[in-house]
């Protein structure tokens, strides 16, 4: 029987072609050059699934005819159940049985190897649609490449694909949550004076530019040293001063203006297509830790809305006991 491939000369029987799937659904090392050596996993996803209904077909003949004949060769009874154990020795064996019994063994084993090769090979490589129409098709996804040298690179965190989907690269706000409570858990410095300027710096803060221009969340944490992060600058792509959070180079050693802005929050802008970054009076917001005033600071942003009442934030955040985030904070980082 012809496989389906561009080589009209190879053919394959119906034994062979199982014995093939079998190795195929074994290995997620190997996505090329598959079966008779034209088959691959991006191109020829389809024509394997085809195969593998014609497979289960061809396994429920030979075992019907087996069942029906009381003089059946019994070379091949002994083919079927070495077939028949090989193919439960090769995952889970009661799933395996279910599958066989339901007539789509062969169906279930090449669509989990491609779910595996999704997960280990390609989803890495790519951004997916999150639409369910494109969630499993590879051609409606950008790689990640493209999309940061036509999107990224340009400062847009949003891409359509070829349906007209809208999808988003930026972090879900069960991330940004997580950011912003972690920020809050200690707004205190950990030192007053650092080793160079000798002003006072907490020990973690965003690197606003992998916020602001990648639409990624990174906590740099410092640990000692003068305000310069990463010390030297090189041991990340974006260099900036961990007192003022302006980049190195607008700030620096002596430099005027380097003021604390105060404790960094981070959200989507109104229409979800770029990350912001907006600042908490750290002062205040230890005062009203400790009961000296009433209400928590807001956090103040550049667009509107421009102010974020501090007891919404903190309602939202869950972070409403006051006692233990002092505790917290007095614990300090070390």
């Known amino acids: 029987e012809l496989l389906g491939c561009s080589n009209l000369s190879h053919n394959i029987c119906d034994t062979c072609l199982r014995m093939g799937l079998r190795s195929i659904s074994e290995d997620v090392l190997t996505i090329n050059n598959l079966l008779c050596g034209c088959f691959n996993y991006k191109t020829d996803l389809k024509i394997l699934i085809v195969l593998s209904k014609k497979a ?75 639409h369910p129409e494109c969630s499993n098709n590879v051609n409606h996804w950008i790689l990640r490449s493209d999309f940061d040298n036509e999107y990224r690179n340009k400062g847009l965190m949003t891409w359509k694909c070829p349906l007209g989907h809208s999808n988003s690269i930026l972090p879900s706000q069960e991330e940004i949550k997580q950011i912003n409570c972690s920020l809050l858990y200690h707004p205190e410095y950990y030192t007053q004076a650092d080793s160079y300027d000798h002003c006072p710096l907490r020990r973690y803060r965003l690197c606003s530019r992998c916020a602001l221009q990648n639409g990624c969340l990174l906590i740099a944490s410092h640990s000692d040293g003068c305000k310069q992060w990463p010390a030297g600058g090189s041991q990340h792509q974006h260099c900036f001063c961990f007192h003022c959070t302006r980049t190195w180079g607008l700030c620096g050693h002596g430099k005027s203006g380097c003021i604390d802005p105060g404790i960094q929050q981070i959200r989507k802008n109104c229409d979800d297509s770029q990350l912001e970054i907006g600042y908490i009076n750290g002062t205040e917001y230890i005062k009203w830790l400790k009961g000296s005033i009433r209400e928590p600071p807001p956090t103040l942003f550049e667009t509107e809305p421009k102010t974020i009442l501090g007891v919404d934030r903190q309602e939202q955040l869950g972070l409403t006991n006051k006692t233990e985030l002092l505790q917290e904070s007095n614990k300090g980082t070390r």
């Open 56 to 130: 289960d077909l061809s396994l429920k003949k030979a075992m019907d005819e087996i069942d029906s004949n009381e003089n059946a060769n019994e070379y091949d009874k002994l083919a079927l159940k070495l077939e028949l154990e090989s193919t439960r020795g090769t995952g889970n064996e009661s799933e395996d049985i279910e599958a066989r019994n339901q007539g789509i063994l062969y169906f279930t084993k090449i669509t989990k190897w491609s779910e595996r090769i999704m997960e280990k090979e390609i989803m890495p490589l790519y951004h997916p649609c999150t």
